[in-house]
């Protein structure tokens, strides 16, 4: 965290969480614990980890089939867990926002972008029409887009992924959430695209001083742009190191050692899986 001495952004303290079926509850999340301040934080784990189900946990994603316990899911100081469902409507979105996967699907087809960045402005602040697209078309400048103004009026097909990710990540931003969950928001772009899309991360996360959480399944990449990173295999944390140990090759768990052993080398030509 930045300043030891302040209060975290968010705290979590032995987090469970089961999904209940015609075969009984199955658990997607044991006894899990941390607190994120005004950093980022990486959760990295194959998929079925676990990973974005605490991402959705905390928002209150998760659907009515999920049973969550905790000691403690507190954002900065108020429980989530009692909190009444129109208090926590208030915090997401306003407060606490997230990035999916695939802009181009999670983006409204039938929506310019600029509507949809116009819409979220309208729901969490007071600006008339006017300034909020003033405010928006600000916000794509923001996030390194060239021609905002065109972006503004086009529809999620007609941007390239890189585009498309960095419209989505201006549009969380519009109300000035203090917390942006990041759910895999690069695996779907290339390499020059997810660079560029880190970049931008990094660098809003700068300048707002927001507390970032990014899930993702690339422990070099993740390990790479956090600050902190916690290891996650079938529900349960297992290692949490800081990013610049585990870029460096340094894990002490030996699932962590493994999933870092299997990341190709450009040194040596490597083994069979």
Request: proline share 5%; hydrophobic share 50%; with cysteine.
């Amino acid at each position: 965290m930045t300043d030891a001495n302040a209060r975290p952004l968010v705290e979590v303290e032995g987090l469970t969480i089961a999904f209940r079926s015609r075969r009984g509850a199955a658990k997607a999340v044991t006894d899990i614990s941390f607190a994120l301040g005004r950093e980022r934080l990486g959760v990295v784990g194959e998929s079925g980890a676990g990973k974005s189900t605490i991402g959705r946990a905390l928002l209150g994603l998760l659907p009515p089939s999920a049973e969550v316990s905790a000691r403690k899911l507190a954002f900065e100081g108020g429980d989530l867990l009692s909190m009444p469902p129109a208090a926590r409507r208030a915090l997401r979105g306003r407060r606490m926002a997230m990035i999916l996967q695939d802009p181009r699907h999670a983006l409204n087809p039938v929506m310019t972008v600029g509507a949809q960045i116009a819409e979220t402005l309208a729901t969490h602040t007071d600006l008339d029409t006017r300034q909020a697209e003033a405010r928006g078309i600000a916000l794509l400048a923001s996030v390194r887009i060239a021609d905002p103004e065109r972006v503004w009026r086009a529809y999620a097909h007609e941007l390239s992924g890189g585009l498309a990710q960095r419209a989505m990540i201006a549009m969380m931003l519009a109300p000035g959430p203090e917390l942006l969950v990041a759910d895999e928001a690069t695996s779907a772009l290339d390499v020059m695209a997810r660079e560029q899309v880190l970049d931008v991360l990094a660098e809003q996360q700068r300048l707002r001083g927001m507390g970032l959480l990014m899930i993702g399944h690339d422990l070099g990449l993740v390990a790479r742009f956090c600050d902190r990173v916690l290891v996650m295999r079938a529900g349960r944390i297992v290692e949490e190191a800081t990013g610049a140990a585990l870029a460096a090759g340094d894990a002490k768990d030996p699932y962590t050692r493994h999933l870092l052993a299997v990341q190709p080398r450009l040194d040596s030509a490597g083994a069979p899986l």
